[in-house]
């Protein structure tokens, strides 16, 4: 008995020192990896700004942060959302703002700059006839 509990001691000590030394390196690697993942969104998405532009006037020009510009980068629909919202304020933009085709200059995406413009000069007249909502 004497020569197992020696042994017994030093088994669960390696056992001890292996278990901390794996959590101390588990939890190394979440650190460095979220560290990395923060500086390569901050390098990729970073910058963005939101421009809102009458008669050649900004009416606003807003950072956007490093987790929207990801999020609406990623998704188109979700940029449609960002932008209605950032302009909502100023005017009610009439038409899909992401249709290219038809109001090519209502939204510009300058990647090369980091913007988003929106020229509420292109926004097409709303409806003049009576309201579709029923009481």
């Known amino acids: 008995m004497n020569g197992l509990?020696?042994?017994?001691?030093a088994i669960t000590q390696n056992l001890l020192a292996s278990l901390l030394f794996s959590l101390f390196g588990?939890?190394?690697?979440?650190?460095?990896?979220?560290?990395f993942r923060q500086w390569r969104d901050q390098k990729r998405y970073g910058g963005w700004?939101?421009?809102?532009?009458?008669?050649?006037?900004?009416?606003?020009?807003?950072?956007?942060?490093?987790?929207?510009?990801?999020?609406?980068l990623d998704e188109s629909s979700e940029l449609s959302v960002f932008i209605k919202g950032v302009v909502s304020?100023?005017?009610?933009?009439?038409c899909d703002i992401l249709d290219k085709e038809k109001y090519p200059r209502?939204?510009?995406?300058d990647d090369a700059a980091?913007?988003?413009?929106?020229d509420l000069d292109e926004n097409p007249p709303g409806e003049t006839s009576g309201s579709n909502v029923v009481l």
């Open 5 to 9: 509990l020696p042994w017994l001691v």
């Open 26 to 35: 588990v939890l190394l690697g979440i650190f460095v990896v979220d560290r």
């Open 49 to 72: 700004h939101v421009t809102v532009v009458r008669k050649g006037e900004a009416l606003v020009d807003r950072p956007v942060s490093v987790r929207k510009a990801k999020e609406v």
């Open 89 to 94: 304020p100023y005017a009610r933009l009439n």
């Open 106 to 109: 209502l939204l510009i995406q």
């Open 114 to 118: 980091r913007r988003f413009l929106v």
